[in-house]
Structures are given as structure tokens and as C-alpha cells.
């Protein structure tokens, strides 16, 4: 499968991606995970992106493009892709396009996880991430067997600079302004699919539904 996951901040992306991933192979694509590695190797790159991400800012398309047209290279891909959290502005989706048809390669669907915004705010400030594998975890839904401590690597898992309430705010006016114009973009290109939910199985219904099986 060749997807766009688009939808709000703790939508449930990264989430739906990992189910999706282990069904047909397909890999899992992260922005934020290959930027949040940078900043923890410390790398040039890192350190350029570093504020704006602690901020809730989004980081320049040029860069977000240069990381992407070589990760869409790998050979990892040619089994599909799920992109999350990419693209997120315009001219994102429209480099995005271009870089597709240079490569004979279609999305299958852009998919857009509705959720409502009180629904996310609060998923948001609960949220911990492990800070060496990027698990998910949820202080009130999903907390992790230990304290402070992933299930599956055993680091220590923390709230992210960019999940102060500050700087959640800030990621949902920047969602709604430079991203959510995707939702029209996807559906004028006839590749639009939004489900109001991120519950696995309504969504995996609406996939095979669009994919004809
Ligand atoms: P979420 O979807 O939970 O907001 P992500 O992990 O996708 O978080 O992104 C975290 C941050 O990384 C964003 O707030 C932004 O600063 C940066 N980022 C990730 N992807 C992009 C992108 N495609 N364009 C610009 N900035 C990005
Ligand atoms: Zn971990």
C-alpha cells in the first residue's frame, strides 16, 4: 500500500501506520521519528530543526523535501509506503506529486483520520513516547507496566517538549492552517479517504473498501 495518512496531531497516525505495516510489509514513514533521531544524534541537522520542533513549528519544506525524495529511493519502499505526518503543507503535497510521477509510482489513498479537537487535546497531554524507540504510550489508557519505563526497549519514556499544553496549541492553529488544506487537495486528486475514527478496524473497512477488496 502506498498511503498519506493525514488528521490533527494525536490522531492516531503513527498508530494505524505500525497496524498497517505489519498486514502487507509495507514501512512505516515518520517526519517526526527521522527528526526527533537527528536531534537525539545531535547531528547538523538536529540542531537546526531542534526549536521550531520544541515549539510546535513546522521546519522548512526544502529540508523536509530533501530528507524525503532520498527516503523514498530506499529499497525498503518498493513494497509500499505510509507516510506520517508528511506531507503537511501545500507545496509538500505538490513536491510530493511531482516526485511520484518522476517515479511512476501512485498513492493509493490519502487517508484522514477525523478526529474532534477536544478528543486530541486530551489525548495529546496524556501522551508519553520512549525516547529511544518512539512506543506510544498513554498515562491513562496505555501506561507502560513500569513507571517511566518502555515495555519494549526498557528506556525511559517521556513527554515531548512539544507536548506542553503551550506548545500543543500551537501544533493544532499551524495543523489547521498549513495542513488540513491537504484534506481538499487529496479529494480534488479523487484519492481522499476520511473515517471518523482511529479505531483499527473501521479503518482497515474503509481501506479495503477504496482498494476494491
Ligand atoms: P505530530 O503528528 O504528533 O504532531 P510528528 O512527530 O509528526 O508529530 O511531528 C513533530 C514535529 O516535527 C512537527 O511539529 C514539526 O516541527 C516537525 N515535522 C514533522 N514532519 C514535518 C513535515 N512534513 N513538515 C514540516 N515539519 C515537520
Ligand atoms: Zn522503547
Known amino acids: 500500500m502506498k498511503i498519506v495518512l493525514l488528521g490533527p496531531p494525536g490522531a492516531g497516525k503513527g ?15 515518520s517526519t517526526g521519528d527521522i527528526l526527533r533521531a537527528e536531534i537525539a544524534e545531535g547531528s ?12 510546535g513549528n513546522l521546519v522548512t519544506d ?12 530506499d529499497e525498503d519502499c518498493k513494497r509500499g509506503y505510509l507516510l506520517d ?9 505538490e513536491a510530493l506529486k511531482r516526485l511520484l510521477a518522476k517515479l511512476g509510482e501512485k498513492l493509493d489513498c ?14 495529546l497531554t496524556t501522551r508519553r513516547t520512549c525516547t529511544n524507540c518512539g512506543e506510544i504510550y498513554n498515562v491513562k489508557s496505555k501506561p ?8 519494549v526497549c526498557g528506556n ?14 500551537n501544533r493544532l492553529r499551524v495543523y489547521n492552517e498549513q495542513t488540513a488544506p491537504l484534506v481538499e487537495f487529496y479529494r480534488k486528486d ?20 477504496r482498494l476494491g477488496n
Not at 505495516?21 to 512505516?28: E, L, N, R, Y
Not at 507502560?144 to 515495555?151: A, F, H, L, S
Not at 517538549?161 to 496549541?169: C, L, Q, S, V, Y
Open 15 to 29: 498508530t494505524i501506520a505500525k497496524a498497517l505495516m505489519q498486514m502487507d510489509g509495507s514501512v512505516q514513514i
Open 44 to 55: 547538523d541537522l538536529g540542531q537546526q530543526v531542534e526549536a521550531a520542533m520544541a515549539a
Open 62 to 73: 526544502e529540508l523536509i523535501m530533501d530528507i524525503m525524495e532520498k527516503r523514498l529511493l
Open 85 to 93: 505526518g508528511f506531507p503537511r503543507t501545500i507545496p509538500q503535497a
Open 110 to 123: 490519502a487517508l484522514e483520520l477525523d478526529i474532534p479537537r477536544d478528543v486530541i487535546f486530551d489525548r
Open 144 to 151: 507502560p507496566r513500569v513507571e517511566g519505563v518502555c515495555d
Open 156 to 169: 525511559a519514556i517521556m513527554q515531548r517538549d512539544d507536548e506542553t499544553e503551550e506548545a500543543i496549541e
Open 190 to 209: 479523487g484519492l481522499l479517504v476520511s473515517v471518523p475514527t482511529s479505531d483499527l478496524e473501521p479503518v482497515l473497512a474503509a481501506i479495503k473498501e
